[in-house]
């Protein structure tokens, strides 16, 4: 079942598209990547849902079906953000306690969520996600900026299924680049000074090959969240739920 539902967070209120899927006892949220959407990124396992689950997937904020505002905007906080909005959803829907599984810049809001919340948080999973930004990482993402000529034509597909236009996507992902460019400077790094206080056991999963994130960062994640295990995939990219559908189920089945 999909709905709207309005949420009033640091005094804004928006209007949150989100669905449910699956009936299990036990509820996981997914917060997607930096301009993704959770039930499209994760439609394998939406399809597939663990019969002992129930999942959660929204759009951010300005993203997709969540408006206002119109186009996503990314204030240097937006990652924070973000993690308020999905307590926010999650107290709306009566769900006491859950776990939560962040993807890419998701994870950033997973792990800021779980820290500020933890007895909400019962555990946490993070997929190809980092703590802090670097110069490499940044040119990356830095030549996917014409999304034309430079995105994944099945990633660009998904996109437009939510945005509907081309000029939105890049318009979110320009912000999205500028914003970046102004956390590269910051010291704090996007959530390092939240690692200590996360106190859900919490599964991180990298790719041994990604290229968007290193693989440094998950080592990072690890030696600095208390109860963390990771596991490195070999060959893995970075959107290792679409290279490895079958595999990345049962990794969550197994966890959760």
Same mark, same amino acid.
């Given at each position: ?17 989100? +669905? ?43 993203? *997709? ?26 107290? +709306?829907? +009566?769900?006491?306690?859950? +776990? ?6 998701? *994870? ?55 945005? *509907? ?14 914003? &970046? ?21 919490? &599964? ?6 990604? *290229? ?45």
């Amino acid at each position: 079942s999909s709905n709207i539902i309005s949420v009033k967070t640091s005094n804004m209120e928006t209007n949150i598209y989100y +669905s449910l899927s699956g009936n299990g006892e036990e509820t996981l949220v997914i917060i997607p990547g930096n301009i993704g959407a959770s039930d499209i990124e994760f439609s394998y396992l939406i399809q597939n849902v663990p019969d002992h689950l129930r999942i959660v997937t929204f759009h951010l904020r300005g993203l *997709g079906r969540s408006k206002p505002p119109q186009t996503r905007e990314y204030p240097l906080d937006f990652y924070y953000k973000d993690a308020d909005d999905c307590a926010a959803i999650m107290e +709306s829907l +009566s769900f006491e306690k859950y +776990s939560v599984l962040g993807f890419c810049d998701g *994870g950033v809001s997973a792990m800021i969520l779980a820290a500020k919340y933890p007895t909400r948080v019962q555990k946490l999973i993070l997929l190809s996600t980092r703590a802090y930004s670097t110069e490499k990482e940044f040119d990356v993402l830095n030549q996917f900026k014409n999304i034309d000529a430079d995105c994944n034509p099945k990633i660009l597909k998904d996109y437009l299924k939510v945005y *509907g236009d081309r000029a939105t996507v890049q318009q979110c992902y320009s912000n999205y680049l500028n914003t &970046l460019s102004a956390l590269l400077r910051n010291a704090q790094g996007l959530c390092q000074s939240e690692l200590s206080k996360i106190q859900s056991p919490t &599964l991180i999963l990298h790719g041994e090959n990604d *290229g968007s994130i290193s693989v440094t960062q998950a080592h990072y994640l690890r030696e600095n969240i208390p109860r963390s295990q990771l596991y490195v995939i070999p060959d893995g990219r970075h959107f290792i739920h679409h290279q490895f559908p079958d595999k990345f189920v049962k990794f969550l089945q197994a966890y959760l």
